[in-house]
């Protein structure tokens, strides 16, 4: 992560409390603390205020958070700090629980990011709920927020931006290949823009599956916020020869963005007349579903034209 000057500890500590410290932070609370996924002055200022003011903070990773909490000239005892991750998450959060019925303040946060976007969290903040007891999201910084915003999701030909900047978060594919290529198989039917997350040790057999996709645009987010931070768009087809263009491209933590797919710029034409072609060798919904993939029209209103069309069909028969 990039560091902050050790001169600037009091000067941001105390900017935290000034614009912060009049706020109420009810006790018995969970604080769902988002953290930088690499910049360390992407911190907000609510955020050390409360890093600072609570009883304890459940984390990911102890050592990291201390490591973090350092940085920014913030000490608390390791006794202060709860171990909560995806080994022990169920178990931890039953001591979380009892702690905010004491009427403690806890935060948690994980190792970058925002908790329960991928990460541990999402366990623990069900539990604090379905034992009554408040939780309090404080929002920051994330990776998929951040690669959204850089991407540019307009789908080439639409006119309607707020329809075309829609997204589906997917996380993490399966790990096992041929999983991994049914889900890719999925996300061609998926009209809408997708964002990913991949570790460094897959994102090659990744960018293989999926090359599957051909012309469809992905944006890749590579060290995002850090020093050597890369993001660059190419058709899936490129992916993997992106990767094997540069030694470090495979180094560091990765999002992607999988664009829209292209709107169709023709008034239907084209996917009525692949549709009436498909029409007379293949039953309605199979015919509607290639048309679809392969005109790029919406699989609605072909399958409206199919009915009209058979339909059309069948009253030319009753004529003759």
């Not at 050592?63 to 006794?79: E, K, N, W």
């Not at 403690?104 to 990011?113: F, L, Q």
């Not at 069900?126 to 408040?134: I, N, Y």
Request: hydrophobic share 45%; with cysteine.
């Amino acid at each position: 992560m990039a560091s902050l000057a050790p001169a600037s500890f009091g000067a941001v500590l105390a900017a935290a409390r000034d614009a912060s410290g009049a706020q109420h932070y009810p006790q018995g609370t969970l604080y769902v603390v988002a953290t930088p996924i690499g910049n360390l002055a992407d911190i907000t200022l609510r955020a050390l205020h409360v890093l600072q003011i609570v009883d304890a903070i459940a984390c990911e990773d102890t050592r990291h958070t201390q490591s973090l909490l350092r940085a920014y000239g913030i000490d608390r005892p390791g006794g202060q700090l709860l171990a909560v991750h995806q080994h022990n998450e169920a178990e931890a959060a039953q001591t979380v629980v009892a702690r905010l019925a004491q009427g403690e303040r806890i935060a948690y946060v994980s190792d970058a990011g925002t908790p329960g976007v991928s990460d541990p969290g999402a366990r623990l903040v069900a539990a604090v709920r379905a034992a009554g007891q408040r939780v309090l999201p404080l929002p920051g910084a994330s990776s998929v927020t951040t690669l959204v915003g850089a991407a540019g999701l307009v789908a080439e030909g639409g006119s309607d931006g707020n329809a075309s900047s829609a997204f589906v978060f997917a996380g993490f594919l399966p790990t096992k290949a041929g999983e991994r290529d049914t889900a890719v198989q999925a996300l061609a039917q998926e009209p809408r823009a997708v964002v990913l997350l991949e570790a460094p040790h897959r994102i090659e057999a990744l960018a293989r599956a999926l090359a599957a996709l051909g012309e469809r645009r992905i944006t890749v987010g590579r060290e995002l916020t850090k020093q050597f931070e890369e993001i660059a768009t190419v058709s899936a087809a490129e992916l993997p020869g992106w990767f094997a263009a540069g030694r470090d491209r495979t180094r560091g933590e990765f999002a992607l963005v999988l664009h829209p797919v292209a709107a169709s710029t023709d008034d239907g034409a084209e996917g009525e007349r692949v549709l009436r072609l498909l029409l007379a060798e293949l039953p309605v919904k199979t015919a509607v579903r290639l048309a679809a993939e392969i005109s790029g029209a919406p699989r609605n209103a072909l399958y409206e034209t199919a009915l009209r069309i058979r339909s059309e069909a069948g009253s030319a028969d009753d004529e003759q």
